[in-house]
């Protein structure tokens, strides 16, 4: 008897629980957890105290760490090309479409990297610490623990291109977001479980004012929107003005990372239309947004898994870039 669609999708998730990889558990062989358990043994608690302090003071900084590490690997792989200023024949991916109005953090970078070289000169990199501090930001905001692969390089150089054009955007089709996920060798799952990390962070009212008002302005919602949330977001996000009015992603717990993204998916109070869409455009990662919302644990799981998968696109390891002294710029200049 042929499987229903809905044991399909089960199965599917079911699928995603499995390792990378037999003979690397971490995605190849020359990244590992225990890269600098010799060359800088105090390296993780460095970040982890710092990242520590940084979301203290700012509970938003945990998202905007979780993004940076996300932004970097979606652009020419994770080589920390997003942490260099511009300067000689480098452009810098801070003043593209995607990150110049939603890329932060940079500071707290700074601060990390300084410490750092300060414990152990020119060993490790900025590739490195920002995957380290995106999962030490997701355990601090509730979510759950992975072992991040280590030994990355840095890139010797950046491309405002690619961060104009491969970093999926609020206002995406389903269809444009999932091949740009492909092409970073991610998948479905991926695509559903690293979206759930919307369930921390805000977002500007020009991410989303297209889903408040049609073309003539009259004020009608998009009808995959709740007409009451619709209402209340337009109360600070008018037709004109207001551009970087700042709203929650999860209006239900902002700062917390739980499921309760997928929730209000569900509940059609999703904030952006690359959210939504999850939910209303496919029938398998709508059913992935259920399981998701029932299963608490299950998102965790699949979150850890993808982040780890994401952290593997095209790293630069052995010769290859540098380690950085400082993030902003290259050695050499």
Known sequence: MALSISSFLVVLAALALSPLCFAFP????????????????????????????????EARMAASLLRLHFHD???????????????????????SIPNRNSVRGFEVIDEIKSALEKECPHTVSCADVLAL??????????????????????SLGA???GSNNNIPAPNNTFQTILTKFKLKGLD???????????????SRCTSFRQRLYNQTGKGFPDFTLDPAYAAHLRTRCPRSGGDQNLFPLDFVSPTKFDNSYFRNLMAKTG??????????????????????????????QHFARSMVKMGNITP???????IRMNCRKLNHQ
């Open 316 to 322: 630069l390891t052995g010769n290859k870039g540098e």
């Open 133 to 154: 501090a995106a999962r030490d930001s997701t355990v601090l905001a509730g979510g759950p623990y992975w072992d991040v692969p280590l030994g990355r390089r840095d």
């Open 26 to 57: 971490y995605g190849g062989p020359f990244l590992y957890p225990q890269f600098y358990d010799h060359s800088c043994p105090k390296a993780q608690e460095i970040v982890k105290s710092i990242v520590a302090k940084a979301v203290a003071k």
């Open 188 to 202: 479905l799952v991926d695509l559903v479980a690293l979206s759930g990390s919307h369930t921390i962070g805000l």
């Open 159 to 161: 491309s405002i291109q």
């Open 271 to 300: 904030l952006l239309s690359s959210d939504e869409i999850l939910f209303t455009n496919n029938p398998a990662t709508m059913h992935l947004v259920e399981l998701y919302a029932a299963h608490n644990e299950l998102f965790f």
């Open 73 to 95: 690997c979606f652009v020419k792989g994770c080589d920390a090309s997003i942490l260099l200023d511009s300067s000689g024949t480098i452009v810098s991916e801070k003043g």
